[in-house]
């Protein structure tokens, strides 16, 4: 265990410069080395990159107390774990530096987004609504229900984050950018030699992350503790562009395309829990809710994916 510690220190040391301390929760800032790719690399014209404000700025008050309550739910979602929770995973995983980091969806850039209508759900979703999405499918959990503590919370703290930002404007760095499908059909293979070099010394040989305790502080890709099949994460095309512009951590925009959407199909052909949606029939529930961007249904590694 000891031993364990140390190497994952050692490692933070080496890989990181000693920026990011994934232990503790916390990611560099955007300004630290290693998160080089600028805030306006999609920069609509005249557009400005969008700064949140420092959190030494949070009200020394009730709101703040939310704002607080929210960001502490961001960095350690398994505060909430076995009530609206049911894997590893914690928001910041994936949506870097508390939430703030440009090309890694950040929460300011979500914001002022919504209400909007969404293809998945075919509504008009709410905030409350999108985050009660993230956590069906990215936390394979339950959604907080509008008015309960957690949800508000974190909705707080999405706002005040926002401060200053403008309303219904694209802001640049919003989201994961999309990265053009290179000019090699994606492959799983070539993606495995990709993770070997690239993310197996963080993640594991396996896939399923790291812990120190019951604590993951390299979260897993995929199995049980992962995000599941109807989790945005599990389509290749979204998934390679969180991996070029965000991994490996400290080093996001190092992969090349081909290399980003090879490891993505990689990652996304093993098994995860059920899409929250299945009908009780693999064909249908492909059809219905799945496309040509997932391998859900597919024969990977001899086994039908969502099929155990
Ligand atoms: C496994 C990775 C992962 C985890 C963990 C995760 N998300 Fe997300 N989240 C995504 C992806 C991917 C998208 C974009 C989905 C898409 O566009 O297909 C997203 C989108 C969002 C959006 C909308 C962003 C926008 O600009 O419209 C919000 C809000 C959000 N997530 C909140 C959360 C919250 C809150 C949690 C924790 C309860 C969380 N997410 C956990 C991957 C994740
Ligand atoms: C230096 C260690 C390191 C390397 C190398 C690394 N990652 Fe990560 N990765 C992390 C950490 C830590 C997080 C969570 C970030 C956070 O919470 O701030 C993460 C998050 C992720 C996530 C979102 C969370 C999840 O579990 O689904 C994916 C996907 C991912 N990494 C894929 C990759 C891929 C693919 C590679 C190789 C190209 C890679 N990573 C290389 C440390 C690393």
């Not at 499908?181 to 495995?192: L, S, Y």
Request: with cysteine; hydrophobic share 30%; net charge negative.
């Amino acid at each position: 265990m000891i031993k364990l510690v140390v190497n994952l220190a050692l490692m933070s040391a080496v890989l990181w410069g000693g920026v990011a301390t994934a232990q503790q929760g916390e990611t560099p800032t955007p300004e630290a080395p290693g998160q080089q790719e600028p805030a306006g690399t999609s920069s609509p014209q005249g557009i400005q990159p969008f700064t949140p404000p420092p959190e030494s700025e949070i009200p020394d008050d009730e709101f703040g107390a939310m704002v607080r309550r929210g960001k502490a739910l961001f960095m350690d979602s398994q505060q909430m774990r076995g009530t609206y929770v049911n894997n590893g995973l914690t928001c910041a995983n994936c949506h870097l530096d508390r939430g703030r980091k440009p090309n890694s969806s950040p929460m300011w850039g979500a914001w002022t987004m919504y209400p909007a209508y969404r293809g998945k759900t075919g509504r008009v979703d709410t905030m409350a609504e999108r985050i009660q999405g993230c956590f069906e499918y990215s936390m394979n959990g339950k959604a907080p229900p509008v008015g309960s503590e957690e949800l508000t919370a974190l909705m707080t703290y999405f706002y005040w984050m926002s401060t200053g930002a403008p309303t219904r404007v694209e802001l640049p760095g919003r989201g994961y950018p999309e990265v053009p499908k290179p000019a090699q059909e994606p492959d799983p293979a070539r993606g495995e030699q990709v993770f070997a070099a690239q993310c197996a010394i963080c993640h594991g040989e396996d896939g399923q992350g790291r812990k120190v305790g019951d604590q993951y502080v390299f979260p897993p890709l995929w199995g049980e503790e992962s995000y599941n099949w109807g989790a945005g994460m599990h389509r290749i095309n979204t998934a390679a562009a969180f991996i070029k512009h965000n991994m490996p951590l400290g080093q996001g925009g190092t992969l090349s395309d081909q290399e980003a959407w090879d490891v993505a199909s990689y990652m996304n052909s093993h098994e995860r829990p059920q899409d929250p949606r299945f009908t009780g029939d693999l064909a249908e529930t492909d059809k219905t809710f799945h496309d040509e961007q997932c391998h859900y249904g597919e024969e990977m590694h001899g086994k039908v994916l969502g099929g155990s």
